[in-house]
């Protein structure tokens, strides 16, 4: 009798196999970001709206074909060697797509070895224009690029900062480097003196020597390019109790709810450049009433992560496969309104830049100036 009954099961398991039935599929999206270390408040940002938009996604059906969607965060540290390993782990484990990462340090390492196993990779974060104009087929990014940053930043200190001298300080990371080189060549070209252009070491945390020069040159304009909110913060206490009177004009990895939780009053007036975000508009209230709840306010990137799962989700679920040649045709494809911008990649992976100006007003980030527009709000 048992016999006949193991004979039984085995036959309904073969049927079941043979109709397609049995093994479900489980659909794996990778997650890259630094998760511990100074710049763990970006890369859980960047995990939890990725695990927001799977629990939307799940929510709202699924993909036919996948019986589950799993995310598998990984740690980069925002470090180059960490990211390559952390990017052959999330081969290993299988993963169909990945979400990441923050820095542009470790996105641009960690993309060769995802492009090598054709992996899509979406960065919410990385700003960097190395990230797309390698021609890796692979590679997309959802946030906008340091060149497009940098003009702005340069227009705003001409055209209503009217600014004719700046001093720069970076922390030497490939991001933040990249951006202030670029800042410092574009204002230049606009006529604004550059004073200097200095450097400070990751962790960092007395910038008395720098800021002392910046003081005593007196520019117009102090740009200040660091690679995350807290180091940014520390820069404005001190820049403050110093009483450095310049104009303070950071960067998108400032623009952080710790930045204010931090400097308090010392970050007061300062100017930022990040994307435009219309917190007005319904996919927008869909991703914040979906996590707020769960993980609190968003973060910078929370929003730019969020938009880069559904899309990867969107694009699997049209391919009707996670082949990753298919899933990129009906990336390309998308065209539709997301939680932070007008979704629609260009032909190097790019989603393109919708930068303004913000500032800190009464202890809060407010929008301030529109460069499409010219509307100071």
Request: aromatic content about 10%; proline content about 4%.
């Amino acid at each position: 009798m048992k016999r006949l009954f193991m004979t039984v099961l085995l036959s309904a398991a073969l049927l079941m196999l043979g109709s397609g039935m049995a093994f479900a599929k489980t659909l794996k999206v990778g997650t890259m970001g630094p998760l511990t270390g100074p710049y763990a408040a970006d890369g859980n940002d960047i995990k939890n709206g990725v695990l927001t938009a799977v629990e939307v996604f799940k929510a709202n059906g699924g993909i036919p074909g996948f019986d589950d969607i799993e995310v598998l965060p990984q740690d980069t540290a925002c470090e180059p060697r960490q990211a390559v390993a952390t990017a052959n782990k999330l081969i290993n484990e299988g993963a169909n797509g990945v979400v990441g990462s923050y820095c542009s340090s470790a996105t641009l390492p960690a993309s060769e070895v995802l492009d090598e196993e054709s992996i899509i990779m979406i960065t919410p974060a990385s700003t960097n224009e190395k990230v797309t104009s390698r021609g890796l087929p692979y590679m997309f990014r959802m946030c906008g690029r340091d060149d497009d940053q940098g003009a702005i930043a340069v227009k705003f200190m001409v055209d209503k900062l009217k600014a004719k001298s700046i001093y720069i300080v970076d922390d030497k990371t490939a991001y933040s480097q990249g951006l202030a080189d670029g800042v410092e060549k574009m204002s230049a070209a606009a006529g604004i003196k550059v004073l200097g252009h200095e450097h400070v070491n990751q962790g960092d945390k007395d910038f008395s020597a720098i800021l002392t020069k910046v003081k005593t040159d007196k520019p117009d304009v102090f740009y200040m390019s660091m690679q995350n909110s807290a180091t940014g913060a520390l820069m404005l206490i001190q820049a403050k109790r110093m009483g450095i009177t310049a104009a303070t004009l950071a960067q998108d990895a400032v623009y952080h709810p710790q930045l204010i939780e931090i400097a308090k009053e010392a970050a007061e007036n300062v100017y930022l450049t990040f994307g435009f975000i219309d917190d007005n508009a319904p996919a927008y209230k869909e991703f914040y009433s979906a996590y707020q709840p769960k993980f609190g306010s968003p973060g910078a990137y929370s929003g730019y992560a969020y938009d880069s799962a559904m899309a990867y989700l969107k694009a699997v679920k049209a391919a009707g496969s996670a082949d990753p040649a298919k899933v990129k045709v009906e990336l390309m494809k998308l065209d539709y309104d997301g939680a932070t911008k007008h979704i629609k990649f260009k032909d190097n992976g790019d989603s393109g830049s919708n930068y303004i100006i913000r500032t800190v007003k009464d202890g809060k980030f407010r929008n301030y100036w529109n460069p499409a527009t010219d509307e100071l709000y």
